[in-house]
């Protein structure tokens, strides 16, 4: 990359918040600042209905969290997330929960930022490395993928640069795996921070395909691709959102259907409000062919409220993004489904700091008063993901016990009336 990693270009929230201070991704300029908020449950309870499991540091490990996690079926999750050590240093770590037991946390490599569960025992993860570049002040970026095996995690294994060019700078966005042993992933090939290209690759049996790279010529003159924030698959179809930068520089989504391999045409979603310069999709869950659900946020030309954006398909046709009101500036960074219209979301306050609570819709376009997570006897509650089945769901993230305290990785079940 030709610059600074600060002035990285935007990728998915949830994960840059996340890795911002590990990597010194900047948001400046596409995420308004807000004052974080926290829950504060010191003196309180714990939310009725909401179980609670603390996960256990790895030694030498001072303070980490959770922020990844797929399930692949009741009682059957995976979470990931990042432990500190020594030094400041922080490595990767990942919990299993088998039959609703969740296992001390195993150190699998450097930051991890995304994940993908097939079946159980056969899990995928990606992470992110920062490289030194080929001259001095020069960083570039690179990806690795490791693979679960029952029990055990493969080393990490580099995404291959075969295609990108010489000495390309380059980052995976997204990942979905239809089946164990093959997944589709999207990435940001960096230029600079005003010039990117997008790509997909596959993953079949530890072989790599050649980079296939989108377009944006149906978005209109000027309109250059962002980034891919997210995948979601059922069986050999996909649907994908983004955001790409348009010819008066906001951030728009879109979004893009893969079938049986082949990429079909690059769909603009219409604007949340003409008064908006940011809208912007970080998640999507398809619980049908042609039938999914994708949130992110909605900033305002000026000011400082965001507001958490939803967007529905039905029978491949796409509502116009949507408002769910919030007192404070949020956003969604994390959704699931189980069905059509049998969703969780994840809100988040704009700085990505806390937990603001966990929306659910039953009925297309209505969301329900977000839960609040309070914990018995912690000052603070975070969390960034969701992973539903039928019935439930477990929001990963870390909770802390005052403003000084470590956090520790911690895991919110939640369980819902069918």
Same mark, same amino acid.
């Given at each position: 990359?030709?610059?600074?990693?600060?002035?990285?270009?935007?990728?998915?929230?949830?994960?840059?918040?996340?890795?911002?201070?590990?990597?010194?991704?900047?948001?400046?300029?596409?995420?308004?600042?807000?004052?974080?908020?926290?829950?504060?449950?010191?003196?309180?309870?714990?939310?009725?209905?909401?179980?609670?499991?603390?996960?256990?540091?790895?030694?030498?490990?001072?303070?980490?969290?959770?922020?990844?996690?797929?399930?692949?079926?009741?009682?059957?999750?995976?979470?990931?997330?990042?432990?500190?050590?020594?030094?400041?240093?922080?490595?990767?770590?990942?919990?299993?929960?088998?039959?609703?037991?969740?296992?001390?946390?195993?150190?699998?490599?450097?930051?991890?930022?995304?994940?993908?569960?097939?079946?159980?025992?056969?899990?995928?993860?990606?992470?992110?490395?920062?490289?030194?570049?080929?001259?001095?002040?020069?960083?570039?970026?690179?990806?690795?993928?490791?693979?679960?095996?029952?029990?055990?995690?493969?080393?990490?294994?580099?995404?291959?640069?075969?295609?990108?060019?010489?000495?390309?700078?380059?980052?995976?966005?997204?990942?979905?795996?239809?089946?164990?042993?093959?997944?589709?992933?999207?990435?940001?090939?960096?230029?600079?921070?005003? /010039?990117?290209?997008?790509?997909?690759?596959?993953?079949?049996?530890?072989?790599?395909?050649?980079?296939?790279?989108?377009?944006?010529?149906?978005?209109?003159?000027?309109?250059?691709?962002?980034?891919?924030?997210?995948?979601?698959?059922?069986?050999?179809?996909?649907?994908?959102?983004?955001?790409?930068?348009?010819? /008066?520089?906001?951030?728009?989504?879109?979004?893009?259907?893969?079938?049986?391999?082949?990429?079909?045409?690059? /769909?603009?979603?219409?604007?949340?409000?003409?008064?908006?310069?940011?809208?912007?999709?970080?998640?999507?869950?398809?619980?049908?062919?042609?039938?999914?659900?994708?949130?992110?946020?909605?900033?305002?030309?000026?000011?400082?409220?965001?507001?958490?954006?939803?967007?529905?398909?039905?029978?491949?046709?796409?509502?116009?993004?949507?408002?769910?009101?919030?007192?404070?500036?949020?956003?969604?960074?994390?959704?699931?489904?189980?069905?059509?219209?049998?969703?969780?979301?994840?809100?988040?306050?704009?700085?990505?700091?806390?937990?603001?609570?966990?929306?659910?819709?039953?009925?297309?376009?209505?969301?329900?008063?977000?839960?609040?997570?309070?914990?018995?006897?912690?000052?603070?509650?975070?969390?960034?993901?969701?992973?539903?089945?039928?019935?439930?769901?477990?929001?990963?993230?870390?909770?802390?016990?005052?403003?000084?305290?470590?956090?520790?990785?911690?895991?919110?079940?939640?369980?819902?009336?069918?």
């Amino acid at each position: 990359m030709r610059s600074s990693p600060r002035r990285f270009p935007r990728l998915a929230v949830a994960r840059a918040v996340v890795l911002a201070g590990v990597l010194n991704v900047s948001l400046a300029g596409t995420l308004a600042a807000a004052s974080p908020t926290t829950t504060s449950s010191v003196a309180g309870a714990t939310t009725p209905g909401v179980n609670v499991t603390t996960i256990a540091l790895p030694a030498g490990a001072s303070s980490g969290r959770m922020y990844l996690i797929a399930c692949p079926k009741p009682t059957d999750c995976v979470a990931g997330g990042l432990a500190t050590f020594a030094g400041g240093k922080q490595r990767s770590i990942i919990s299993v929960e088998t039959g609703g037991v969740w296992a001390a946390p195993q150190v699998v490599g450097a930051t991890m930022v995304h994940l993908a569960c097939p079946r159980s025992g056969a899990c995928v993860g990606v992470g992110l490395r920062l490289l030194p570049g080929p001259v001095a002040n020069d960083s570039l970026y690179s990806s690795y993928l490791i693979v679960q095996h029952g029990s055990t995690w493969s080393t990490p294994q580099t995404v291959p640069a075969t295609g990108l060019g010489l000495n390309p700078s380059y980052v995976v966005t997204a990942i979905a795996c239809p089946r164990a042993g093959w997944c589709i992933l999207s990435g940001t090939l960096i230029f600079s921070p005003t /010039h990117t290209k997008v790509f997909v690759v596959t993953w079949h049996n530890g072989q790599w395909s050649a980079p296939h790279f989108l377009s944006s010529s149906a978005l209109g003159s000027g309109a250059q691709l962002t980034s891919l924030n997210a995948l979601s698959c059922v069986g050999d179809w996909c649907q994908a959102v983004g955001v790409f930068m348009d010819a /008066h520089q906001r951030i728009q989504p879109f979004t893009i259907t893969d079938s049986n391999g082949r990429w079909h045409m690059t /769909h603009e979603l219409g604007a949340f409000l003409a008064s908006t310069n940011t809208n912007g999709l970080e998640s999507i869950s398809c619980s049908a062919v042609e039938t999914c659900v994708a949130g992110g946020y909605s900033a305002p030309t000026t000011g400082i409220v965001e507001s958490p954006l939803f967007v529905e398909e039905n029978h491949a046709r796409w509502s116009r993004p949507y408002e769910v009101p919030v007192s404070i500036s949020s956003m969604v960074t994390s959704l699931s489904c189980t069905a059509a219209t049998r969703c969780a979301a994840v809100i988040v306050n704009a700085a990505g700091e806390s937990l603001v609570g966990l929306t659910t819709m039953r009925v297309s376009h209505r969301w329900s008063a977000p839960l609040v997570v309070n914990v018995a006897k912690q000052a603070t509650v975070q969390g960034l993901a969701v992973g539903c089945v039928p019935g439930q769901c477990t929001i990963a993230g870390a909770t802390q016990s005052s403003a000084h305290a470590p956090f520790q990785p911690t895991l919110f079940n939640v369980k819902f009336a069918r």
